[in-house]
């Protein structure tokens, strides 16, 4: 018995495309920027919705649960890049919202991050990222786990 299902295989390959590259570019995001993974794809996750975000919905953004987001934003409070906001017309709301400092950290991060994909991704033409994005978007969507920022580059890419 083995990967006889190719789309067994494909979804392996996706896992350890993942588990691999993913070390690859933490390390190197680090090492060049101060900032890990998580920490810019939380500022980056802010700013692209207007710098203000809701707790719940950051949680479900970053595939985390809602206490592994707490600890993620109070850290990221402490180094004075998001502060939290409780509204006064919903208390029961909590949103994360982007310091000049934070946005400075996702601008700085952002170019190093692309760098980096490109390089470990370098062997993809355009076309096949495209069709990729596209392949993702449909498989998400099918599963009911849609990701915002997927779905909105398979759109732009589809046009």
Not at 33 to 62: Q, Y
Not at 71 to 83: S, Y
Not at 91 to 111: C, H, I, N
């Amino acid at each position: 018995m083995g990967f006889e299902n190719p789309r067994a295989i494909a979804f392996y390959g996706l896992i350890v495309i993942e588990a691999r590259l993913r070390d690859r570019l933490e390390a190197e995001l680090e090492a060049r920027t101060g900032l890990s993974l998580s920490r810019l794809e939380l500022l980056l996750h802010i700013h692209f919705e207007d710098g203000r975000r809701r707790m719940s919905d950051l949680a479900d953004a970053l595939l985390l649960s809602r206490g592994g987001t707490t600890r993620l934003v109070a850290k990221a409070e402490e180094e004075g890049l998001v502060t939290r906001e409780i509204p006064n017309a919903d208390r029961r709301a909590t949103y994360a919202v982007l310091t000049d400092k934070g946005r400075e950290a996702a601008m700085r991060g952002m170019p190093v991050y692309n760098e980096v994909v490109d390089r470990l991704f370098g062997v993809v033409t355009d076309e096949e990222a495209a069709m990729l994005v596209g392949l993702f978007n449909r498989v998400l969507q099918s599963n009911d786990a849609a990701c915002k920022p997927i779905t909105h580059a398979a759109t732009e890419l589809a046009q």
